[in-house]
Structures are given as C-alpha cells and as structure tokens.
C-alpha cells in the first residue's frame, strides 16, 4: 500500500513534472507555432538524390520492418544516411508530443490518421511541397492528410473495413451472396441465429474504446456527417445520424448482436460458429487463420459494408509527414516520395501485409491473385476518415460512451445523438 | 592605553574565547547549508516546482498547444474546478472512488487482521510460508495479476462461474456488468492488497507482550474477550496506521480499472485518479490538475479525520 500510494502519487506527479518541464523546454520558441493558413506552399523537392543524415520514426511491426525498404532508398542515394527508430504504439503520441514541444522530433515520422489534427494544431508538421501526384491515392485516405485545408504529408498505408462471415454457415442459412443492402444485412443476421445455429448473427461492439469506427460507417451510409464542411460545427444530432444509430441499435434489441460477449473472443466465436459475422479490418483474415486453421480458411468471406443511401466505410492506416523542425526538409521529403511511389507500396505489402494508399500498386498479382483483399479494394473506393480535428480523440471517446449507453441500456438513438452532440460540443473542434 | 592598534584588535578577535558563540554558529551553519544544499535543489527542483506548477497550472487554460508559448495561457480562477464538479463523469468517478474506499479499505484491514491473528496464534510452524504467500499479490507486477484475474472472472470458462455451475448458479459477466464490476475489483484489489497491512498488523501483535494476555487470562477473559478488550486497543496505533495508509492508497484508486475494465462499463470503474489521468491524456493539463487537486484536498480531510477518530487519547 506504501508502494502503492506511492506509486501513484508518482504517476500524477510525474504527469505534472513532464507537463512543467515541457513547459520550460518550450520558452523562447514562438515563431512557428499554429495552423496553416489554409493555402499549400510553393515549394517543391529538388532533384537530384537525398543526402545528408536522416532520422525516421515508426510505430509496431512498421516499425521493425521498414528498414528492409530503407535499404531501396538507400541504394538509389547513396550519400544518405537514415536511421529507423520503432516506437511502440502505446508510447508513440506521448513520445511525439514530448518531442514536438521540446523541439526534437525526428526528420519524418509514420503518424497515426487521427493524430494529424493535433500534430499541425502543435505546428509540428511541414506542409506537402508541390510535386506529389495526389491523384494515386484512395480519396479517403488523402483526406486524412488535410488539415483545415492544408495538406501535411501523404498517406502511406491504409486499411478499411468490411463484414466478414462464414461462407459454410451463409449457405445453411440460405444465402448463396452476400446481402448488399441493410435490410439484407439484417436477414442474413437473423438467418444465421435462427437456421445456421448461431448464438448471435453478428458481432458488434456495444461501445467502449474505438466503437465508433463500427458505428460511423453506418451513419455515414445514412447521409450523417461528423461535422459542417468548414469542420468548425459538429453535426451529430441529425436525422441521419440518428437513423444510422436507430440502425445499429436494433441488431441489440432483436438480439442479434449481443452485449455481453466477452471481449477479444471475435476469431473464436466465429470459427466455432458461435458468432458467425463481424465487421473489421484486413488483419483478421490472418487471425481467423490461425485460431481456425486450414479448415476455415475457404469459409471466411467478406462483403462490402451494405447500403443505405451509399455504403462507406471507415478508413485507417497511416500517414508519412516530414517536421517542420528538421534540418534536412529536402531529403526528407525525397524519402517520402520513394514511400508514396506504386511500386515501393507493393513491396512494401509484401514485407508488411500494410495495404497501398495508392491506387495502381493493388494492381500488383501479390494482392489482384489474393481471395479478399480486391474486395477491400474496392471498399476503400468509399470509405471515409473522421475529420482532422485537434479533439477528435476525446469526442471520439465521448461518442464510444453514448453508444454504449444506447447498446447495453436502451438509451433511444435521438437521445444519444443529443448526448454526443451536446458534450462534442462542449469540448470543441479544438484549435484556432 | 586608549588607542588599539590593528594588529592588537585582530591579536583580541583571533584569542576570543571559545565559547563566544557568533563565529562559532555561523561556521557551523554555513557548513550545514552546504550539506543540505543538494538536498534543497533537488527538492526545489523536482519535488516543490512541479507541485506548485501544477497547482498553477489548475487555475489556467491550459492546453497541451500552450506548452510551446507558456506565457500565452490566460488565468482562469477556479473554473476549472467548477467545470470538474459539474462534470457527470467527474461526479460518477467520484462516486465509485468512495463505493471502492468505503467497502474496499474496511475489508481489507479485516481480511488482513484476520490472517494476522491467525498467523501470530495458530500456525507457527509454516508461519514464514504464510507470509510470503499472502504478500506475494503484493509485490507481483498489476498486469501479471490483470492477467490471472480475467481468467478467473471470465463469463464462459472462468474459475469463479465454473465453481458456481457445479451448485447449480449462473454466475453473471463479472467486468461486463454494471453492477458486479465494482464488487470484482473490490475482490481483486483486497486480495492484492491485505497482505502489506497484515505485516504490519503482525509486527504490532508481536509487539504486545505476553504478559497482557496471561493477565487476562488469570482474570477469567475468554479468548474474544481479551482479543475485544485488550489486543485491539494495544493495536490502535497500528490500526490508524494501516487505516490511513490503505485509505490514501484507495482513494487513488487508479490501477485496477486501468488494467481490467477502462473504467467500462459504462464508467461504472472510473476513478478520480483515472479520469483525471484521461484528461492529461486528451492534453486538458489545466482540467487535469484541478481534478488531482480536488482528490489531494479530499485526501487530506479523510486522513484528517481519520487521525481524529482513531488517535490515541
């Protein structure tokens, strides 16, 4: 108990050390702080290889492999020298705002989507010179590149979400396609409770951390939107929103989807047919592999999210930015070139199962020739990011909770679109 | 002789004797100044800035933006206080915050008590084994116990629902429900936590001498009895003692929900401690130290109080 009090007390402390020393490193550095002014700068990256000394920050399994494609560059400029720290993602957004504030951030760094907003908010990042061929890339994922106008580096990697089911269990259940609208949607769900033997038809999270990137694709399909065009307003009390919500809601009330499943079950559940369906990222084709092996391996499928008034998607992934900080800009922007280009995303997939931003490197057979992912393909075709707002992660955080409320204590769409928007609103796009 | 010559005066000072006291002082001060002098920096430095940062801190606006261009956060008085107290998730976190100390501290000191009594009467054989046994949870690293913990409170295949299936019960999704969360980590944190106090309520039984005991038991006490009338009040000491340490402990009540529920479901395991570490999180510093504030001064009045009800008359 000594230790713990102690501990703790070490916890806030510390918190508040960080915050004060922070606070100190930061005196006398004024000049470059704030958002862009909403136009791109002329600039443009020279010609020529990159030289000079490079730091490279990223985060997970990125991390680790992306000096195998260093090594590329590296051969095509030979005066360069880049040096690749891995971050763990857990530690990453502490780690890069403690460097953005004391002014130490490396040269070009993989960043999160929804950490763009706050980064530029810090005038962290350099906008996108000019002579990046913005046209290769999904839509949705140059978006989250954007900040109040501004584009601060290019999309990297991406992923996207779709409903995956069991091919075996949809047969038995009387479904020889997949259902392509919410209607269909629904049926399928029921016909797998009530003719396939299915606990629930589908598994969905009823809230609690990231729910929202379940629940957003249905609002958005909806016609629902997170905030005005101009990203000042939030706008999730609309008819839209609330009829997306009403639409996920019912998969509880008819017990459908259930709220009292234990958490990181989903692969288990959906190999021993308990939970045949679930909505989720490219990644899980690989997990349900392995919790299932070969066996469920011709029985997983994947559907594009089912229409209402369109049928988008949530789209994540990472972006590559180069700091405003950094001494050697154009070099480093050189290498991020060489990571936007067709032909390094390919490669790329094959080192890291990280799907292309761009367009024309899912045309390489290493993806074309795979069951699932052209379907992902095409999803990513419409599939949207939030905005690039400086508090997304706490109206996100804010949103998961109402949904949770909705899910698990029959709190009515209206009331919960009410909810989110009134405490969205009271914290605020943030930034100025 | 009326006139002293330099050298005279400073043959005087120099042969003043030793027991004048003024050069004699300010040496020793001086030299004392100088031992404690790393001592004071570091303190300063590390101990009392941050504190009174942060206590400034929480009457500003600030943001984590704001920590580029400190001189650029607005005074805000006690707002951020204000706007903490009639926050609903502040006030739910505050709730469960007492739900844990009020159930959480009592329980603990008497499991620990318990297992004290019976390792100082009953078992003095394997009593070295014992102890290490219970304090083991102690010193075990949160997340390895977070890990053992889920297991046994698993819905489908857990421990605790396995052996209430055999009696015929549906034990219910302890983490996942509103209701049973709260009482599950009450459960986990005593079993982490009463083994420190029990040490300590060991060291004060075996503090009280024999002699107190044989003369009750001449005096015709039966064993509650001198155990209701004479132990515990030898033992008031160390009761205040492990009854303040344990309650400032809980009142920061912050690990257990991080590790098991994220405060879920439905922030029925939200802390002061946790949600105040999620606003430093969403880079609301000002927000975040008032919350930490609020909790010290609360703090500080239940400790008070504390040593008000147990001290020894």
Same mark, same amino acid.
């Given at each position: 108990?000594? $230790?713990?009090?102690? %501990?703790? %007390? ?6 508040? /050390?960080? #915050?004060?020393? /922070? ?5 006398? %550095? ?9 136009? +791109?700068?002329?600039?443009? =990256? ?22 195998? /494609? ?9 005066? =360069? ?40 908010? *810090? ?39 779709? =409903?995956?089911? %069991? ?17 269909? *949607?629904?049926?399928?769900?029921? #016909? ?73 079950? $989903? ?67 050189? /290498? ?20 292309? #931003?761009?367009?024309?490197?899912? +045309? ?15 999803? *990513? ?6 905005? #690039? ?26 009331? $919960?679109?009410?909810?989110? +928007? $009134? ?10 | ?32 100044? &100088? ?44 707002? @951020? ?20 100390? &009020?159930?959480?501290?009592? !329980? ?48 489908? @295949?857990?421990?605790? @629902?396995?052996? !209430? ?74 009761? !205040? ?9 809980? !009142? ?14 439905? @922030? ?28 010290? &001064? ?16």
């Amino acid at each position: 108990m000594f $230790t713990h009090s102690i %501990r703790r %007390r070490l916890v806030i402390g510390s918190a508040a /050390l960080t #915050a004060a020393a /922070l606070a100190l490193g930061g005196c006398g %550095r004024s000049s470059d702080t704030g958002t862009g002014t909403g136009s +791109q700068p002329t600039t443009s =990256v020279s010609q020529g290889p990159a030289t000079g000394k490079l730091t490279v920050w990223a985060m997970g399994t990125e991390g680790e492999n992306l000096p195998k /494609l260093i090594d590329q560059f590296k051969q095509a400029n030979p005066g =360069v020298d880049v040096t690749v720290t891995p971050i763990p993602w857990d530690a990453a957004h502490d780690k890069f705002t403690t460097a953005i504030a004391a002014g130490t951030p490396p040269d070009a760094a993989m960043v999160g989507t929804t950490w763009m907003g706050e980064f530029a908010d *810090l005038g962290a990042l350099d906008p996108t010179p000019q002579g990046f061929d913005n046209s290769g890339f999904y839509q949705g994922a140059l978006d989250t590149t954007k900040v109040s106008g501004t584009q601060y580096g290019v999309p990297w990697y991406v992923e996207t979400r779709l =409903v995956f089911y %069991r091919k075996d269990l949809a047969a038995k259940a009387g479904f020889s396609t997949p259902p392509t609208d919410w209607d269909g *949607l629904k049926a399928m769900a029921k #016909a797998m409770k009530e003719k396939a033997g299915a606990k629930y038809g589908i598994n969905l999270q009823p809230g609690g951390d990231g729910s929202w990137q379940t629940v957003m694709p249905f609002a958005w399909s909806a016609g629902a939107n997170i905030t005005n065009d101009a990203q000042k307003q939030f706008t999730f009390d609309t008819p839209e929103m609330q009829e997306g919500l009403k639409y996920y809601q019912s998969f509880f009330t008819d017990k459908l989807a259930g709220t009292d499943l234990p958490p990181n079950q $989903t692969e288990a559940q959906f190999v021993n047919g308990q939970v045949p369906m679930f909505i989720s990222g490219p990644w899980m084709a690989g997990s349900v592999a392995k919790a299932g092996g070969a066996a469920i391996k011709p029985n997983i499928g994947v559907f594009q999210i089912p229409k209402n008034k369109t049928a988008t998607s949530f789209v994540g992934g990472s972006d590559f930015v180069v700091f405003k900080s950094s001494k050697n800009k154009d070099s480093a922007w050189k /290498l991020v070139k060489f990571l936007s280009d067709a032909k390094t995303q390919a490669s790329w997939f094959k080192m890291s199962s990280d799907l292309p #931003a761009v367009k024309s490197a899912w +045309q390489d057979p290493s993806i074309a020739s795979d069951p699932l992912l052209p379907v992902f393909g095409k999803q *990513l075709e419409d599939a949207k990011a939030p905005p #690039a707002i400086v508090n997304w992660e706490q109206v996100a955080k804010a949103f998961d909770t109402e949904v949770e409320k909705m899910a698990k204590s029959g709190q009515s769409p209206a009331d $919960t679109a009410k909810a989110i +928007q $009134t405490k969205a609103t009271a914290i605020g796009t943030g930034g100025s | 002789m009326a006139v002293v010559t330099e050298s005279e005066a400073r043959a005087v000072r120099r042969s003043a004797p030793p027991g004048r006291p003024r050069r004699k002082v300010s040496r020793e001060t001086v030299a004392a100044w &100088v031992l404690v002098l790393p001592f004071v920096v570091l303190f300063l430095a590390f101990t009392a800035g941050p504190v009174l940062g942060s206590l400034g801190m929480s009457f500003t606006d600030i943001k984590q933006r704001d920590l580029r261009t400190p001189f650029s956060v607005n005074g805000v008085g006690f707002s @951020n206080y204000a706007k903490a107290l009639q926050d609903e998730t502040f006030r739910k976190a505050a709730f469960n915050t007492a739900y844990f100390v &009020v159930l959480g501290v009592p !329980l603990t000191l008497i499991v620990a008590l318990g297992a004290a009594v019976l390792l100082d009467r009953g078992v003095k054989r394997f009593q070295a084994l014992f102890k290490v046994g219970y304090y083991l949870p102690v010193v075990t690293s949160i997340v390895a116990i977070a890990v053992i913990w889920r297991f046994v409170l698993s819905p489908d @295949n857990g421990l605790v @629902n396995t052996v !209430l299936g055999w009696f015929g019960i549906h034990g219910p999704n302890w983490l996942g429900s509103t209701t049973w969360a709260m009482p599950s980590l009450i459960a986990m944190a005593v079993w982490r936590n009463f083994g420190s106090a029990m040490i300590i309520f060991l060291a004060g039984l075996q503090g009280i001498p024999q002699s107190v005991e044989e003369a009750g038991q001449l005096d015709g006490a039966g064993s509650w009895q001198r155990f209701r009338y004479l132990i515990l009040p030898l033992l008031r000491p160390t009761v !205040l003692f492990t009854t303040v340490t344990t309650g400032i402990g809980y !009142l920061q009540f912050f690990e257990e929900p991080m590790v098991m529920t994220k405060g879920g479901p439905l @922030n029925s395991t939200t802390s002061v401690s946790m949600y105040a570490y999620q606003q430093f999180g969403f880079g609301n510093y000002g927000l975040a130290t008032s919350m930490a504030y609020i909790l010290f &001064v609360v703090i500080a009045v239940v400790t008070f109080i504390q040593f008000r009800l147990l001290k020894e008359k």
